[in-house]
């Protein structure tokens, strides 16, 4: 299983960027796609996550500005964000949560590359 991200980049306080993440490899199902970030010296914080449900999470600084979401026919999962502040900047990591058969207990968590989000004052 692979996930490519792209959309990252470098972006002015207040702009936006939109964030897309592919899985593609031997899956049965993906029960969740989400993005996550890490900025220097920090541990790797949830941003958000959406399941095949349509439940979504969201942490509190990504609320009212990021939108989460996924095209479950193309297992692919976009991160739409808006309002930018410099405390974004992190590299972005897509994860996806696998199921590699039909059983829950085959499901395993894959990650993305990262990709880098800078946003200047």
């Known amino acids: 299983v692979q996930l490519v991200e792209s959309g990252g980049g470098l972006v002015q306080t207040g702009g936006s960027l939109r964030l897309s993440c592919a899985a593609s490899?031997?899956?049965?199902?993906?029960?969740?796609m989400g993005w996550y970030r890490q900025g220097p010296g920090d541990q790797r914080d949830l941003v958000a996550q959406?399941?095949?449900?349509?439940?979504?999470t969201y942490s509190d600084s990504a609320k009212g500005r990021f939108t989460i979401s996924r095209d479950n026919t193309n297992n692919t999962a976009y991160l739409q964000m808006g309002s930018l502040k410099p405390e974004d900047t992190a590299v972005y990591y897509c994860?996806?949560?696998?199921?590699?058969?039909?059983?829950?207990?085959?499901?395993?968590?894959?990650w993305g590359q990262g990709t880098q989000v800078t946003v200047s004052p």
């Open positions: 994860d996806a949560l696998v199921r590699l058969t039909r059983f829950k207990f085959d499901t395993r968590q894959y």
């Open positions: 959406k399941f095949s449900d349509g439940r979504t």
């Open positions: 490899g031997d899956m049965f199902s993906v029960d969740a």
